[in-house]
């Protein structure tokens, strides 16, 4: 069983930065950070293994930063640069035993 809780969302002007953190229970190992705007379907913005080895959906390469604490159980996405697009729910994610855990979501939202 693991438990994953989100936090460090909220409102920042366009150019802004926030640093979202997933502290998890439980052995985690490839982990994942999706968002999903109004209207829109969920996307996979990053990934990072165990071991550290990340890759970046195009539209965040050069502005979001996936990273880890093992010490800690914690995933965290420095996102910089922010845009009014991306305004989204962020969640973290991960599969353990064939199951699929989700966090509860933290709110982005860029906006003067």
């Known amino acids: 069983q693991v438990h994953l809780v989100e936090s460090g969302g909220g409102l920042v002007q366009p150019g802004g930065s926030l640093r979202l953190s997933c502290a998890a229970s439980?052995?985690?190992?490839?982990m994942r950070w999706y968002r999903q705007a109004p209207g829109k379907q969920r996307e996979l913005v990053a990934t990072?293994?165990?071991?550290?080895?990340?890759n970046d959906a195009d539209f965040v390469k050069g502005r979001f930063t996936i990273s880890r604490d093992n010490a800690k159980n914690t995933v965290y996405l420095q996102m910089n640069s922010l845009k009014p697009e991306d305004t989204a729910v962020y969640y973290c994610?991960?599969?353990?035993?064939?199951?699929?855990?989700w966090g509860q979501g933290t709110q982005v939202t860029v906006s003067l």
């Open positions: 994610n991960t599969l353990s035993s064939g199951e699929d855990y």
């Open positions: 439980g052995r985690i190992y490839t």
């Open positions: 990072i293994t165990r071991t550290g080895n990340t």
